[in-house]
């Protein structure tokens, strides 16, 4: 049975998974919104040590200053209450009209200067909150009609706005890296950074590579058929993993932001077994809501279904690596994937037989409990 | 830890399975040929309680009526010996050039006639095993060029092809039921029967429904995106569901036929979950094959992880009846799902909420053995 | 250049296809509410003769019966100053909380009859409108937690309630038939009615089939990456074609519902070729709606788009039949299509070759206008 | 009506396509296999001005020096004879068992070395014929059983190995690029390098980053669910865009190689026009194979349709940028697109309305020749 390691890993949550009023394109709201600060206090009394937000899910759009510096006082009461860390920042404006043809994308050159001076403004928030991240999901930077703009003037703005977002980081000394989350579509037909790959290949572009990641969620990779875990090896290969989103997605579809552990139980191990195992230091963020057809009361068993499900897969991470037939079976893999000592000609003939077929039924063992 | 119950649950596996040299679009052979006849007794020392066939995995095309003969008694003499059955067959015509643009769609009258005259031949074959069901997956009854021929006409030649077939069996007496393997595509671009609803929908439109049912299969409704366990309540609730064909597949690809338990956890659960509760009587037929990358000897470790798979996921089911909080949970849905005593007019007022959230988490736990 | 053939060909529109404000998950209306009566005079001005409804957009939820009857007496005014008259009526129940769980598969008994009821009240809003069609799309009858509800169970429900409505409009002597529009998914997991083919399976179980058909939407078929001509096939096939709902959709992504002409323009072709060539009598209804980066102002050039994009796909399917060497090769193959005159037994030997790759290419070229 | 610009466009075609004898995983070769010289002067004699080979298109694994020397100077000899030019090399080594889990990454450091020695003889054929190119597509560069190896080592393998090959052919001299070609999956479950930002994203973590592009494939870029216009979008903005291949694909499906043309029509439109507009100076290269229902005789239209679709699609983007309409809807957008001279604040206040529903259906007229 897992037992909690809540010293060792941090659980956090983004502020509107339990804020999320459970409407959907075809529905209208099924339960009440719940406050940003009781939001804050919710999440650590259910097992999270950090969260992450959008600065307007604490300070609604248009909020004078002072009214902006009361609600960061207050969060930051509840943060100093019960020990929760704010761990990362966004903003939302992509729920606003005036953005609804992208915001750093945008064909109107006025529209790309107002979502900066957005961006800025929730950097400022996330400083004044201590998060160490600015992370940006452009959710309207992309496109329906491809006529209306090249793909490769898009990019040429979001470097250009990531440019301008990182400049200002540095310039007000903030403590802050920047990242990228992408995803392949929705709200947009296509949005134009899809993928990590994408993620990183951009990146290299920027003027400052070395200040700007990527923070992955499982349901984005899922949604274009990815492995999640090829998704976060990339990023981790790269040395730019920033952040994860955990949460589950049924393929084919629109984005679900099912539980973690709602799905892709499989791909959910595999995600885990390579942050476990490469010892990632970061929070294991959940970006998911409750269904539509949970109540307030049972958003607090969605948080805590959240961190047990990760904590039974770490679990069973722990076990695979504690099982003596897996472990014989990786020797024989590891015995013959070192280079051989001379450097004599390769030699032809048919490679080795590993025991990849019972090898996964292990894994499958070792996930259904039956070792 | 669950335990077999080889007494009440039958097991059966495609030759062709077994048979499977491994080779793919891409790449040749990379292990020997299994003989049909060592399938049969390989099957039948590995947990197999039943064998299901195409005509020519047993009886090479263009075999004389001899010879025919002679490998059925062999066959037959296997059968005895172990004492496994032969539960379907079908034909693997759809491997030959001529029936590359369909068999019972083609537009060549010739063609669709020896197509039949092929089913007939292999009906024949299932007969003298005493297969008591022939399965028609007719891989090549689809199209890339929709220009070709008209969808509509397409579903009238495999009607008239249908009833041809049906009454052939009649004739001949044999005690034999019809099915169809529906599938969405590949080989061909779009095959004409795509799902189990489409199969339903067609046997309607038969001269005797009554005489044919469906073979569903895991992947090719994972392939749809569908869900796997709603196919099959849409073939019982016709009582309709005259085999079932499992294997895995992950979303977004090519037909992968995967080991049982190699992916798709949780919709297997449910369709595990749906035999088991309808008590469906059917032999659980595995379609799957093993991977390229395993040998000869990897063959029956793949056939026992299959069966392993099913039985632990028979077992899940039996602990998810036996789970005093799911069954709370269940109890308190049924209570309010009976009908209420009086016609009275339906009251306004909100819905109940169910804890669907923690029942779904509770269904994660069962399948990871944390309960 | 095509013509306008208004002589001959309905179009149709949902009211709520010019009624979308621009909404979707990740962000606000974007546009104000079309009036019900100014969406009605609106699309009679801009090319449709006919309309589609939910009772729930021209009537408010909660309205009374007075209001109900004023509403009405409007809408047929509009009718009747403009000619446009109402093909199909359904309901948008879909969008409510009560209905969260599904309407006639509700887990709760008083849900069910409160849908049923609902219904009921739209059927004679349709009624009242003279629509001769009640179409169900039952938004909400799908599942994300398979525990909480056997799919055998939901379509029990389904056939029951299905059976009632049948029922009542017999019982009312209205001159109306019911149909039921499949979809896959969204804003459910999985919604039980997924296809074509499952609905004519299901439509085969009711007690008065001969009274239900089906209303295929292009992008639902493409959602289940199924080829949508083939789904109307089977809907004609079957005698039981009802409506069609035209639009477009990219692969693997959310509902967009695009404009018809928007995406998928060779698999349109295909639809309308169908259509035209089959002489379906039905209403060529589009139920798409504008990009959220539309205005008010461009509702109106969306509604000329989508039936300028059929009118220009049904002139290439009269130039495909004028098209001199596409009539040759087509010839060729109708020639070997007729079953030969002799019984004789089927010759052996190769397939003919037919020139798909060259038939496929000129349908490539007729759409492109440069034959 | 569209006409040839030979002089400024060069049309290529892998020897593969030509050569591809019709087998497909369920079913045998329906077709001769042409001779791989025959495949060079039946390209040039049909509109190809280039060809890209597999060294093993030409050249069978296991010859002898001078066996190779041979048919190098044979291909020469029709290279000269009819101008066609070889503009990339690669290796199928994917199809032989001895790569069945991998070349780069296998986890036999034995069949790493093999691997890499096959592609340096490939380079030096490559080089023989004086290709500017060697383009991977490490078709075994994948997993279906993730247990087996970690995504991060697999990708510090493929990180060594191109190192290493971009190491030879600096120390042989040769004037030739590397490139990679991306694919989500298949023939393996999952392929290390999906897509293009992936192959950019990676490619910046080499030694010589300035050494190595990327091929898109646009039916990789379709199975991905992605917009194949952003794909080469990505690889156009990072500068290192050194291949297209260009073919069809229905979405949710196998690997489909369709004609170019055969699908795809808006996205294969937004590919040309990105090619044309960025003049793009590489060859139009084609990896598509005839249907298996096409004979020998047929290849050759397969072929001159490719070119014809390419042609036709181009045109219609010198129309695109002619119509008067489209021009003035862009000038509209280009107007407030670019930056305002004054850095005052920016204005808050709704987004501009443009057109982009009339562009769109602009596009839809302009494809169908009916503007």
Redesign the interface.
Known sequence: ??KRETATRVYSFGLWTVMNR?????????RAALDPLEAISGLAAHGAAAFELHAEDLIPPGSSTVERDRLIAEARRRMTDTGIVCDACGSSM????????GGMV?????????AL?RYEAAIDVGHLLDAPLFNIWG??DGA?????????D???RLRDGFNELDAYITRQRYPMRLSIEPK????R??L?I????????????LEH?EHVGVVLEFAHA??????P??E???A???GKLDGIHLNAQ???????D??F???N??DSF?VVK?LE??RWPGPRTFDAH??????E??IW??VE?CI??YE??AE?VRQ?HEDAE?QQL?AE?KR?????QSDE?????????????????????I????R
Chains 1, 2, 3, 4 share one sequence.
Do not use: C
């Open positions: 049975m897992p459970g409407a959907d394109p075809f529905g209208a709201a099924t992509f729920t606003e009209p005036v953005f609804k043809d945008s064909n109107e050159a006025r529209v790309r200067r107002m001076a959710g309207r329906e009609v491809d006529a209306s703009r090249s793909p490769v898009a990019l040429k392949p579509n929705e709200p037909g296509d134009y899809s993928t990590a790959g994408h993620a990183l290949g951009f990146i290299a572009t590579p899922a949604m274009a058929g990815l492995n875990a090829h976060v090896a990339h981790l290969y790269a049924r393929p084919l579809r629109f984005d679900q099912l539980r552990g709602g799905a139980l499989k595999f390579l195992e490469e409750p269904y539509r057809t949970t109540d009361e049972g068993g969605f279904g047990r499900a039974i897969l069973k695979f897996v990786l893999i013959w994937a070192a280079p051989p000609r390769p030699a032809t003939g048919p490679g080795r037989i590993f025991a990849y077929e019972r090898l996964d039924h292990l894994v499958f063992e996930l259904m409990g039956t």
